[in-house]
């Protein structure tokens, strides 16, 4: 069973096991039909689509969510099935990102109670430049049942992130890039900042300028730097909208590291009360 990635050279082995589901997450936030393009174009063969915002996300509540809130368990569960993920499938996803959407399903996949699931380190990019087969046929209809088996603990909700911000024996993480968590620039929602008593440590370094992960070691120095002696269930990663936040979290668990959490709902969602602090700097 494959928990957190995967190489290229084992999903090529496997492309033909009917227990294995293959899952694109190709995604741009500016132009949000690009990866479903990107996909009819070529894709890994028997590959199925899923879009991040129909797909990975629930519905937006103005004034009350973030960009891309968690869709209901049972929600979430349909979609999978539909994708052909069932109970005992080994799930490959990948992008053209760095891992950092397909991070989204696995760590999605892995709050329902599926752990065979990994990360195609690499992606799409690494799979096409080693001259690997691609096709553009989109493949049938596969469904297969998927029984969701929630794990509330890996996540955290906004009050609750309202109460460990000012608890030193917790660390909270800003997972964007560094400009944004200053408060400097921020391209996409209204507000620029971080939530006040995070800490900022780039989603993006989690892969090498090659567009892979850093090796297990390098990651347990690279967290361990940062977060000092927190455990993961005391660690808690945010980012935009909680999506690249995943990437840290896949990069946690695959540094041996443990299970830290997700705040869903991100900066988009702590904006949206105007008597939330921010944080700037």
């Not at 309202?162 to 997972?175: G, N, T």
């Not at 507000?191 to 090796?215: C, D, M």
């Amino acid at each position: 069973m494959y928990t957190t990635l995967i190489s290229t050279k084992d999903l090529a082995q496997n492309l033909d096991n009917e227990d294995w589901a293959v899952i694109d997450c190709r995604f741009n936030l500016s132009d949000t039909e690009a990866g479903r393009r990107a996909y009819r174009n070529g894709h890994i063969p028997g590959a199925r689509y899923v879009h991040l915002d129909e797909g990975l996300s629930g519905p937006i509540v103005p004034g009350k969510t973030g960009r891309h809130p968690l869709p209901n368990p049972d929600v979430a569960a349909m979609r999978f099935e539909r994708l052909g993920i069932g109970n005992d499938v080994q799930v490959v996803a990948y992008d053209d990102a760095g891992g950092m959407v397909a991070s989204r399903l696995w760590w999605m996949l892995r709050w329902l109670g599926h752990d065979a699931v990994a990360v195609l380190d690499g992606g799409w990019p690494r799979w096409v430049g080693e001259g690997r087969p691609v096709e553009t046929a989109i493949p049938e209809p596969y469904p297969r049942a998927f029984i969701p088996h929630p794990r509330p603990d890996l996540l955290v909700d906004v009050n609750t992130v309202e109460a460990i911000r000012k608890q030193p024996e917790f660390k909270l993480v800003d997972s964007r890039a560094a400009e944004r968590y200053r408060g400097e620039v921020e391209p996409i929602d209204p507000v620029a900042g971080h939530i006040p008593g995070a800490l900022n440590l780039s989603n993006a370094e989690t892969v090498n300028a090659e567009g892979l992960f850093l090796n297990e070691g390098e990651q347990q120095q690279r967290f361990q730097q940062a977060l000092g002696e927190a455990d993961a269930a005391h660690t808690v990663f945010y980012c935009g909208s909680g999506v690249s936040a995943c990437r840290n979290i896949l990069a946690y668990k695959h540094a041996g590291l443990g299970d830290a959490k997700l705040y869903p709902g991100s900066w988009s969602e702590w904006i949206t009360g105007p008597e939330r602090e921010v944080g700037r700097g």
